[in-house]
């Protein structure tokens, strides 16, 4: 069993906090942010056709999300399952589980909503010269998809 | 409201992490290492069975293993509350959410989780510093049309 020092336990936590930042960001404030979130030289595979490099590749990943949103559609990414591993001070890798709900229309909107995608995620940071945390690798994995998946529109044209 | 010391803190995040670390075993390891997350003297009590010590964690996930073959499933965790008791004893509790199916991935006509449980873990601190699970209970709240969990409950009564 693992053990962790004060230390590393902030980094871990920290790295969590990391991770509820990012998905606030692409939740509320429509990822115009995200690049942010990301080192310059990273790398996002997200499955079949969604693959990009670079802070310039994922402000072209999210304008490609937004440009095919509907209107008033609401999406909830909901984190789950956050597993944390510190590797040293500068280096950590998150693995956690994305389970999404997309509903349309005017909040709240009314009825059950059945999630729409359950999803393995895994990202390698690393702090930056500045001590913030930085995505270098974020890979996630589509496991299970109901209706609203997006993962078809996602991916590139 | 309650407050952590420094070495709290450090505690309830090793704590919360052994219950990712537990329910990681579970998914991608088949729980093949399950028991030794477990106090030699634990005991597991799934629904109505109990199952004590590590080999009858081992019994349990034995017929698990068996009920599942050729299924993705994922136990999602949310609402984990730590209590510390202090320096060697303290209480997990939380939700898991079952999502569950066959196939290639991704695996279409996602309608739900097949089974939303409480649960519950005991917690005591090993000679090696380690924390480890004495008792386990989990108590299904929600359940879907599983046919693992109807596989699972023939074997458990057979």
Redesign the interface.
Same mark, same amino acid.
């Given at each position: 069993? *693992?053990?962790?020092? #004060?230390e590393t336990?902030t980094a871990?936590?920290e790295l969590l906090q990391f991770v509820e930042d990012y998905w606030r960001e692409v939740d509320f404030n429509d990822a115009r942010n995200i690049a942010d979130y990301f080192a310059e030289d990273c790398l996002y595979d997200s499955?079949p056709g969604i693959r990009y490099q670079g802070r310039e590749g994922m402000r072209k990943f999210y304008d490609h999300v937004r440009s095919i949103a509907q209107p008033e559609r609401y999406v909830r990414h909901?984190i789950? $399952?956050?597993?944390?591993d510190v590797k040293d001070k500068d280096t950590g890798t998150v693995?956690y589980?994305i389970?999404t709900y997309i509903g349309f229309g005017k909040t709240p909107i009314q009825g059950v909503i059945? #999630? $729409? @995608?359950?999803t393995?995620v895994r990202i390698a940071c690393r702090r930056n010269q500045a001590g913030t945390w930085e995505i270098a690798e974020f890979h996630g994995? #589509?496991?299970? /998809?109901?209706?609203g $998946?997006q993962?078809k529109d996602l991916g590139k044209k | 409201m309650r407050t952590f010391s420094?070495?709290a /803190?450090?505690a309830a995040?090793?704590l919360e @992490?052994?219950a990712?670390?537990y329910? *990681?075993d579970i998914d991608f390891n088949d729980a093949r290492k399950l028991h030794?997350?477990y106090t030699e003297d634990c005991s597991f009590a799934a629904g109505e069975n109990t199952y004590r010590g590590r080999d009858g964690i081992k019994a349990f996930y034995d017929i698990a293993r068996a009920a599942k073959v050729g299924m993705?499933t *994922?136990?999602?965790? $949310?609402n984990l509350h730590v209590v510390v008791h202090d320096n060697d004893r303290a209480t997990l509790a939380f939700i898991i959410?079952s999502?569950r199916?066959a196939g290639k991935? #991704?695996?279409?006509?996602?309608? %739900?989780?097949a089974l939303v449980s409480d649960g519950r873990m005991e917690c005591r601190r /090993?000679a090696d %510093?380690?924390? *480890?699970i004495a008792s386990f209970g989990g108590t299904p709240v929600f359940m879907g049309n599983d046919p693992v969990l109807e596989k699972m409950a023939k074997a458990q009564a057979g």
């Open positions: 069993m *693992r053990t962790f020092t #004060p336990a871990g936590f499955g909901t789950l $399952s956050k597993h944390v693995n589980c389970v059945n #999630p $729409s @995608q359950v393995d994995t #589509p496991l299970f /998809a109901g209706g $998946s993962l | 420094k070495d /803190a450090a995040v090793e @992490q052994l990712m670390d329910w *990681r030794d997350f993705t *994922r136990h999602v965790m $949310s959410m999502f199916g991935l #991704p695996i279409t006509g996602l309608q %739900g989780p /090993a %510093g380690t924390w *480890r």
